[in-house]
């Protein structure tokens, strides 16, 4: 690995806003890194990174109220039918459109399908490119993909992964768990695809 550089002349300018050219991010906040040490997957590889716990965490503890919810039934049902407990929830099932048993089991599934939807954010390394996987609004997934050759440079800082685009265009990967990892195994596929390096204190 060969110390950072400061070429001036590798720094692509963003596009001019208002008639007027403005400086690189990367000119102004970075340095450029170029790795001698390459690295390639093999065909049909792919390296997952999850996302970071605290975004996990609402989901399980969701679980974990509804699991709590359908444990507290069945003690219910199982109770002397003399207890507070089994005279609010099964006889009270009698006049509710929807039984208790009913009700926890639908929290459960809601609970397990959250929990998905959580660990189906991260990014995805793969032999061709890399994919981001978000969740927008409502818990509805997006996924997007990028080759090698649409990637002009990397852009990274202490969590985050910025993409510079062959046609001046930023994406930011979403954040992982694991994000010195990511950042490490990108800068060596990154050398071995001819891609520029940035890294940054810290992104905004």
Excluded: C
């Excluded at 963003?14 to 170029?34: C, H, M, Q, W």
């Excluded at 046609?167 to 990511?182: G, Q």
């Amino acid at each position: 690995m060969t110390s950072p550089s400061h070429p001036e002349s590798e720094h692509p300018s963003l596009p001019p806003t208002e008639g007027e050219e403005r400086d690189s991010i990367t000119e102004v906040r970075g340095t450029v890194a170029r790795f001698e040490m390459s690295y390639s997957l093999s065909p049909g590889e792919r390296l997952t990174f999850g996302p970071p716990l605290r975004m996990r965490l609402p989901s399980f503890i969701y679980l974990g109220l509804s699991l709590a919810a359908l444990a507290l039934v069945f003690v219910a049902y199982s109770s002397s039918s003399n207890s507070r407990l089994y005279v609010w929830l099964v006889e009270g099932d009698k006049t509710r459109p929807l039984s208790s048993i009913a009700f926890a089991l639908i929290l459960v599934a809601s609970a397990v399908g959250t929990v998905l939807r959580a660990h189906m954010r991260g990014v995805v390394v793969r032999r061709d490119g890399l994919e981001g996987r978000y969740l927008m609004a409502l818990g509805i997934p997006r996924i997007r993909k990028w080759t090698w050759a649409q990637i002009s440079r990397l852009i990274l800082d202490e969590k985050h992964v910025l993409l510079e685009l062959w046609d001046n265009r930023y994406e930011r990967l979403p954040e992982v768990a694991a994000p010195a990892e990511l950042s490490e195994l990108l800068e060596r596929l990154a050398a071995a695809h001819g891609i520029q390096i940035t890294r940054l204190k810290k992104l905004p």
